[in-house]
């Protein structure tokens, strides 16, 4: 199959790539003028088109001639001041690709969301991916959606929770917990996602489907901190900073690039990450269950 991807050169995105491409599929990234360039030799088999995400004409010549599109295209934190906030991306973003599909004839989509996406969502980020899969649930194309807990992995660049907490344990004499830390998440290997993309696309089973994506097991957010030192070999110095006193700090420090959280994450961090039905995707994809680890998250 002809795939159009777009997002292919993000954390998850390079992951799927390659897995699309050792499954014999024909790939096109769609990257932004003079955006990042894949590296490594399993990835140069694909094809880069250049092109404005917003630009439903340019999407529409790029998208002609393929089989499915993979959307991923996605961000976790705002920069306003350069018109990058959630419902310009993952709305308006995925609504232009829609358009676009729908004009160049492809008939089928993979859609990237996120676990927490629904209407009642509290946070940005959630609101904005429910409303992209509301837009993908009326295109009219045979699609899927996946929904990942936290993604673990050696993936890409890109934002990587895991890869972010190894790297502040390594470098903090103490280990800030935000809360008391019994947060539960279900964090899911990289490669079990690129698998689901994967199998989904030949799959006429998997057309109009929604699927959460989690590991094996739900572990704590204290927890998982506490596997990181130990793989770091570093003792577990917890010190709890309360989540008022953490949202008080990301309202003042957000807009700061160095700032390692936002208002915004804090509130999904405190409503945790749980699938309410992993097992689904696993039985209907034949994934194979990967523990989460953290040597491979770095």
Known sequence: MRIFVTG??????????????????????????????????????????????????????????????????????????????????????????????????VPRLLHMSALGARPNAVSSYHKSKWKAEEFVRRSGLAYTIFRPSVVFGPGGPGPNFVAQLTDLVRKAPIVPVIGSGDTPLQPVSVETVAEAFCSA????????????????????????????????????????????????????????????????????????NVCSDAARAYADLQLRPIPFTVADST
């Open 8 to 105: 292919g050169t993000g954390y998850v995105g390079q992951v799927i790539t390659r897995h699309l491409l050792a499954n014999g599929h024909e790939v096109t990234l769609f990257i932004r003028p003079h955006g990042v360039r894949i590296p490594g030799p399993a990835l140069h088999q694909a094809q880069v088109v250049e092109g404005d995400l917003f630009d439903i004409h340019s999407l529409t010549r790029a998208m002609k001639r393929h089989d499915a599109v993979v959307h991923l295209v996605g961000i976790i934190r705002e920069q306003p001041r350069r018109g990058i906030t959630m419902s310009r991306v993952h709305e308006e973003g995925t609504f232009a690709v829609l358009q676009a599909a729908a004009q160049a004839s």
């Open 201 to 272: 696309l030949t799959k006429e089973s998997a057309v109009g489907q929604t699927y959460e994506l989690g590991g094996p097991a739900v572990v704590t957010y204290a927890e998982m901190l506490r596997m990181i030192a130990a793989a770091c070999r570093k003792p577990f110095r917890p010190v709890h900073i309360p989540l008022p006193c953490m949202r008080l700090l990301a309202l003042a420090f957000q807009r700061l690039p160095q700032f390692p959280i936002t208002v915004d994450q804090l509130q999904m961090l405190a409503e945790g």
